[in-house]
């Protein structure tokens, strides 16, 4: 059986862009449907309209496919959360490893603590 867990994604075009965990860039849909219903997922299809360009988190089951299974939206962030978000989560692709996201960090503040103040 799947396991319950969370997801943190971005709602585009009606579905979940799942920024964390190790679905990244994989985009679901939601449904309250439990796994292995006698129905389809879209008779219980969630609609993700009002969370259009939002964060949100939800708890819920991957059991395969592109639906998330007895989802259920517990936090959300408006629009300057999402776009923080996305760009912390763009910075992966820069820095994979924290060690080198602190190595940045460090020559950038030394950059910056070397420039003479200007009063």
Do not use: C, H
Request: charged fraction near 20%; aromatic fraction near 8%; proline fraction near 5%.
């Amino acid at each position: 059986m799947s396991e319950n867990k969370q997801f943190l994604g971005l709602v585009k075009k009606g579905q979940l862009q799942i920024l964390q965990p190790d679905f990244e860039g994989t985009s679901f849909r939601l449904t309250r449907m439990k796994p292995q219903q006698a129905q389809s997922p879209e008779s219980a299809k969630i609609d993700l309209t009002e969370y259009e360009g939002k964060i949100i988190v939800v708890q819920g089951l991957d059991a395969g496919g592109n639906w998330i299974y007895s989802a259920e939206i517990i936090d959300q962030g408006g629009p300057i959360l999402a776009a923080m978000v996305q760009m912390l989560f763009s910075q992966r692709v820069l820095f994979p490893s924290f060690e080198n996201v602190q190595s940045t960090l460090k020559i950038r503040i030394g950059t910056i603590s070397s420039v003479p103040e200007t009063m």
